[in-house]
């Protein structure tokens, strides 16, 4: 096998690890956003201002989280390209 095709299995084997990983925090991040909309559901003190402002924080982490996504991914496409094309 060439170093080409090392090189090629290395990055199928980060980009596993990654999108294994990527998903468990995906996961973790969407249950810490249930269990926030059930606190905000109970807290009748929180004035609606702050209700707004912990539900655009959370559509925020949403929006980062699937940007950053995306980015990897593209970048693991321009890699997995550069290699494949090599002589």
């Known amino acids: 096998m060439d170093q080409k095709q090392y090189f090629l299995q290395m990055i199928n084997f ?3 690890a990654f999108d294994g990983s ?3 925090l ?5 249950q810490a956003e ?3 909309g059930t606190v905000l559901d109970q ?17 925020a982490c949403k929006k980062g989280r699937e940007e950053f996504k995306k980015t990897v991914d593209e970048s693991f496409q321009k890699v997995e390209a550069y290699f494949k094309d090599l002589k």
């Open 14 to 16: 980060n980009r596993a």
């Open 26 to 30: 995906g996961t973790l991040q969407e």
């Open 34 to 36: 249930r269990m926030a």
């Open 22 to 24: 990527f998903s468990a």
């Open 43 to 59: 807290a009748t003190w929180l004035p609606e201002p702050g209700r707004r402002a912990i539900n655009e924080w959370a559509d």
